[in-house]
C-alpha cells in the first residue's frame, strides 16, 4: 500500500474509537488503577479529550471510578472481548491432546501462544505437573524478543518485520537496552537454524524454557508451543535427550493436523 492509499483509508479511522482502545490497553499489572489526570498524561493530550471516553466506557461498563479516589479500573466485563477472541480460535482445541501429551512426558508448563504485532499472546496454558510451575495466564502478552515462544515464530518472520520489531523506538518503548538489537538478530538466526528455541534463566532467573514453531501449508508460523520449567526440573541432559525432540515432534503434529483442518 503507498502512501496516497494509506493516506486515503487513514480518513476513515474512528479517532474516538482509537482512543478509546488506548485507553483500555494503559490498564496492566502494574498500572491496575489510574485516574484522569495520569491517563491524559500518557496519550499526551489534555484531560477534555479522554474525559468523554471516559465516561462513554464507564456507561458501557467497561471501567469502574471508584467514588472516593475518582480513580478508573477495568472491570471484568472487558474480559467478553478477549474470550470472544478466544472462543473463536480453533487451534487450542485442535492442540489440547498433543499439549497434554507434551505436558506428560516432560511434566512442565506448556504454552500456545500467536503473535500479535510486535508481541506474543498466549492463547492456551497447561499447568505442570511439578510442585513449582511457571505462572503465566492465558491472555498474556509480552514483546516476542523476550520469551521463546515469542522468538521462535519471530525468527521466520521477513527481515522487514523483524526490522519493525526489532526497532531502537519499540525497544526503548518496553524499557530494552537497543543495544540488544544485534544480539537478538544473531540469536534469532541461530533458531531458525535449529528448528527450536531455548532459554536458560533468560526471561525469568532460575527458569528454563524450549519452544517450537507451528507451521501453515506454505511453510510460515502461524503460532508456537513451549514448555517452561524451573531449571532444577529441567536439566541440561533432560532439556537436550527428551524436551527438544519432543517439542519438535509435538509442534510438527499441531501443523499436519492443523494444516487439514483450518485453512491456514
Known sequence: ????????????????????????????????????????????????????????????????????????????????????????????????????????????????????????????????????????????????FATTLGKVILAYQPEEEINKVLSPEYMEKVNTDPGMIFKIKEELKTIQKNGYSLSTGGYEAGINSVAAPIFNSKDKPIASVNIAAPDSALKDEFLNRVCIPKICEIANKISTIANNRLSV
Do not use: C, W
Request: charged share 25%.
Open 1 to 144: 500500500m503507498d502512501i496516497d492509499q494509506k493516506d486515503q483509508k487513514d480518513r476513515y479511522l474512528s479517532n474516538s474509537l482509537v482512543r478509546g482502545l488506548e485507553i483500555l490497553r494503559l490498564f496492566n499489572e502494574k498500572r491496575q488503577t489510574l485516574s484522569l489526570a495520569e491517563i491524559s498524561s500518557y496519550l499526551g493530550v489534555g484531560r477534555t479529550t479522554p474525559y468523554r471516553i471516559l465516561y462513554t466506557l464507564q456507561s458501557m461498563g467497561y471501567l469502574h471510578q471508584d467514588e472516593q479516589t475518582k480513580r478508573y479500573q477495568l472491570t471484568p466485563k472487558v474480559m467478553e472481548l478477549g474470550f470472544a477472541y478466544l472462543n473463536s480460535l480453533q487451534l487450542p482445541e485442535i492442540a489440547q491432546h498433543y499439549l497434554k501429551e507434551l505436558r506428560d512426558v516432560t511434566g512442565a508448563s506448556v504454552h500456545l501462544g500467536v503473535m500479535d504485532g510486535p508481541e506474543v499472546v498466549y492463547i492456551e496454558r497447561l499447568q505442570g505437573k511439578m510442585t513449582t510451575t511457571v505462572n503465566i495466564s492465558v491472555g498474556t502478552r509480552l514483546p516476542s
